[in-house]
Structures are given as C-alpha cells and as structure tokens.
C-alpha cells in the first residue's frame, strides 16, 4: 500500500472554500488513479471526485461538478481537491485514496472498492 495523508480541512461558512491536500508516500503516486470520498455523519461514504494517472482527466460527482476541481502535482506526489461555494451538505469527514491497480480513469473510478490505499481523512464542516 502507499501511505496517504489528508490535510486543509476546517470550519468554513456558506459559501466559503477550502483546499484539501493528500500527500502520498510512494514515488509511484503519478502511475496510478486517485479519488476524493466523503462521509456525512450517519450516511455512507460517497464518491466525490477522482483523477487519472497524469492528472489530465477528471471525473466528478454532480453534487459537486462545477464546485469542485481535483489536481495532481506528480512532481510532489500531492493531489488536490479545491473546494468551492461549500454548503452545508458538504459537511463530512474527506478521504483521498489510490487506485493502484489502475492508472486509467474508467467506470470503476466512482467505486470505493476500487481503492486499496485509504488517508486517516480530514473534518471539512460547513455552518449556515
């Protein structure tokens, strides 16, 4: 597996934006597929957003398409999830996770069970 931390998270108005960071461990962080996933309390963790191998496609969930925008800095093994006009139905724990089996962006991006390496994730809460 390769170690994913999660960071940028925080109290935020209606409104406001954030910017989330996953740091990974492994050098092989560019060869590989990563998504952003989100659980609200009491719900199940949903797909947000995911990024191909050499960040040149992107794949959203359309509760956040257009809000949203996931990057991938291959030089600093980071990837990105810019969050903007956050509502309160935004509010949830923010997890980043890797793909390794898959460097394309195909079907499965939007299915957790794809993912083999999972951050500890970060609280992003947005007040009304």
Known sequence: QVQLVESGGGLVQTGGSLRLSCAASARTFSSYVTGWF?????KEREFVAAIGWNGRRTFYADSVKGRFTISKDIADNTAYL???????????????AADRASPLLGPQANNSAAYDSWGQGTQVTVSS
């Open 38 to 42: 989100r659980r609200a309390p009491g």
């Open 82 to 96: 810019q969050m903007t006009s956050l509502e309160p139905v935004d509010t949830a724990t923010y997890y980043c």
